[in-house]
């Protein structure tokens, strides 16, 4: 399995981005092929640039409701669209993380190449 945050694949950049999702939330991303905001949380999507470390976010004990994680195949032009300053618990998240707030979300969602269940 592919575990690099970049690779490159017939002469197109791509980025891998990993995802922990609760149940709904993973069902809607696989059938969808998208990302989406829920109105009652947080108006931002956190992204782990590493399987391992997306697995080790997920497995922590506050993080129960999570119960997988996919893999986001993005156009790599995407983060030279956005503004990424902010780093999510670098403890675990050793090789960076991306943040997509509510405006960044379609354009974020129009990248995508494809989501897949990795975990």
């Known amino acids: 399995m592919d575990n690099q945050a970049t690779n490159t694949q017939e002469n197109n950049e791509v ?3 990993f995802r922990a999702m609760d149940e709904n939330e993973l ?7 998208m990302f ?5 949380r947080a108006q931002v999507k956190y992204f782990g ?11 922590h004990p506050i ?4 119960v997988g994680i996919v893999e ?3 156009h790599a032009d995407f983060l030279t669209k956005i503004e990424n300053s902010i780093q999510v618990d670098t403890f675990i998240f050793k090789s960076g993380t991306v943040v997509v707030n ?4 379609a354009s974020l969602n129009a990248h995508i190449i ?3 269940q990795v975990y």
């Open 102 to 105: 509510a405006q960044q979300l």
């Open 27 to 33: 069902y809607m991303a696989l059938e969808t092929q």
């Open 114 to 116: 494809s989501i897949r």
């Open 15 to 17: 980025s891998l981005f």
């Open 49 to 59: 640039l590493n399987l391992n470390e997306t697995l080790a976010f997920a497995n």
């Open 72 to 74: 986001a195949r993005v």
């Open 36 to 40: 989406a905001l829920h109105p009652e």
């Open 63 to 66: 993080n129960s409701q999570l």
